[in-house]
């Protein structure tokens, strides 16, 4: 696809050079769209963070988490048939689990390190019953595997951290050796693989060795682009895999939390299927191995609107712009049919008709629209009352009045977004191509920084940056508020720089380039700045 007809281009960030994922089987991850993500791992008892609590941790600390945390680990609940089923009916249509985490606790029964499953209470190998039940439910499988091994580092004397160097030969060899030894069990114990997810350092042995036993797997980091705990700013017509939490952690976490709700959840699906990513939407089952109560009723909550909405996050592709405003796009392959998903609407009331403006969007002499599931012919209790869903092509862009006509709560309150699908209908306009740039930040002053690289068909444009102090890692996807700065016309394509004022000393801000262009404003990608 052109980038001349995609606006707010992005380059990947985390991309790595020597891909050997096969073309083919990338667009094949691509039309599945949406995977759920399970993180399980020795300290999942305690309902603490997954691994990182090694880091820096006592020797005392140390030698128990790694002698002690086996004795009483015992997820006898886990089913990996009903999971996978869970997973599916939330509209996933492939399912990974942590087989290892940085702790180098394997979740398998392997031969490579006595810390493993099969000496622990539950004595049996998880990771077997995830494969078959993942398969048994359809969805393809799925597996997270860390190189990095901090009771291999701690065995060998080596302060636990992240990024550690080696600081031998033999002890490096060695290490390889594991990472080659454990990717081969991976590889030819379980059966077909189909996706893999490398994270943390010598990702290369990894790879290397699965893309040799299994050439058809797709390893996603590790090859491609995947930001955690986002989504990018702009679109990007090539495989990429955002992984995200429900609440603030990887692990389960029974306290302390603040779980996005079903509705956010959806949001941010609808988000990245509109600009080109397939959702990693991570649970962490409790100690027993069940997914706890408050994400199970968000899946479930997922599973109702995909039962009604999932023509449109199912092997769809960009449009030429992500959004306009609160309504999404996706489309069909060729571009034919653009599904509009009509988000921000909590009180739209049952029965209600409401008109929306599509700017990019032009009707033909073949267009119809519906609204995804339902006929557009009856209103539950409202004899008479007209249903149907029309539209009128404008100078301005196409006019459609759709009606919130579909029954799904009982109390008549539906808060989640609904899908029109708009068929035969071709590109209004031709959308400018842009980027957010690195910000520069010396003696109080800072810079926003950004580029137009092509005006599309507009002669003239005019932009602005949207702020906000940075919510943080793991919230960085609970914010919604930006500030504005003024206005900058854009007459050329070529740089765009905005030095705000009244930002806050030693803060952390994170910035995008607005272009409003005018049918509608188009948002690039999400860049950070500490102010100086």
Request: aromatic letters at 10%; proline letters at 4%; one cysteine or more.
């Amino acid at each position: 696809m052109s980038t001349k007809s995609i606006a707010q281009k992005e380059v990947s960030d985390n991309a790595f050079s020597g891909n050997k994922n096969k073309p083919e089987r990338e667009e094949w991850l691509r039309d599945l769209g949406f995977g759920i993500f399970l993180h399980m791992n020795i300290d999942s008892q305690l309902g603490m963070v997954i691994s990182h609590s090694i880091v820096g941790a006592s020797e005392d600390y140390l030698n128990r988490y790694f002698t002690e945390l086996p004795k009483t680990f015992d997820p006898y609940k886990f089913d990996g048939y009903r999971i996978a089923m869970q997973a599916k009916l939330a509209g996933a249509k492939y399912i990974c689990i942590t087989a290892k985490h940085h702790a180098g606790f394997c979740m398998w029964d392997t031969q490579t390190t006595k810390f493993n499953i099969m000496n622990t209470i539950y004595k049996k190998d998880l990771l077997k019953d995830f494969v078959e039940g993942a398969r048994k439910a359809g969805l393809a499988v799925g597996i997270y595997y860390s190189p990095e091994d901090f009771k291999f580092l701690h065995d060998n004397g080596i302060p636990v951290n992240r990024g550690i160097k080696i600081p031998s030969k033999k002890i490096m060899d060695s290490y390889e050796e594991l990472i080659r030894a454990q990717t081969r069990e991976l590889f030819t114990n379980y059966g077909k693989i189909d996706m893999l997810f490398i994270d943390g350092d010598y990702k290369e042995v990894c790879r290397e060795e699965a893309w040799k036993l299994q050439p058809d797997v797709v390893i996603t980091r590790g090859a491609v682009n995947t930001p955690e705990q986002t989504v990018p700013g702009g679109i990007t017509d090539s495989l990429w895999e955002s992984c995200l939490t429900m609440g603030t952690q990887w692990n389960y976490k029974p306290t302390n939390d603040d779980l996005k709700s079903g509705t956010r959840l959806i949001e941010i699906l609808v988000e990245t299927r509109a600009k080109g990513g397939n959702m990693l939407l991570n649970v962490g089952p409790k100690p027993d191995g069940v997914i706890a109560d408050p994400e199970e009723r968000r899946l479930t909550e997922i599973a109702a609107w995909n039962f009604i909405n999932q023509e449109a996050v199912q092997s769809v592709r960009p449009w030429i712009v992500s959004n306009e405003e609160n309504i999404w796009y996706t489309a069909s392959k060729d571009r034919k049919t653009v599904y509009a998903v009509i988000t921000g609407l909590p009180n739209w009331r049952h029965g209600e008709r409401k008109d929306f403006l599509l700017s990019s969007i032009k009707a033909t002499t073949e267009t119809k629209i519906s609204v995804l599931g339902h006929s557009s012919s009856i209103i539950e209790y409202s004899e008479g009352k007209d249903a149907k869903s029309y539209f009128t092509q404008k100078e301005d862009g196409l006019h459609i009045s759709v009606v919130n006509a579909q029954r799904i709560y009982n109390n008549y309150k539906w808060p989640n977004p609904i899908t029109v699908k708009l068929e035969n209908v071709t590109p209004a306009l031709i959308p400018p191509v842009f980027v957010t740039e690195n910000a520069e930040a010396k003696d109080n002053i800072t810079a926003f920084n950004g580029r137009v690289l092509n005006m599309g068909e507009s002669k003239g444009l005019k932009a602005c940056f949207e702020y906000r102090i940075y919510a943080g890692f793991a919230e960085n996807l609970y914010s919604k508020d930006w500030k504005r700065t003024p206005i900058i016309d854009v007459k050329r394509i070529g740089k765009i720089s905005f030095n705000p004022k009244g930002l806050e000393k030693g803060k952390i801000y994170e910035f995008r380039l607005v272009i409003l262009h005018p049918n509608m404003s188009l948002y690039g990608d999400q860049k950070l700045v500490t102010t100086k």
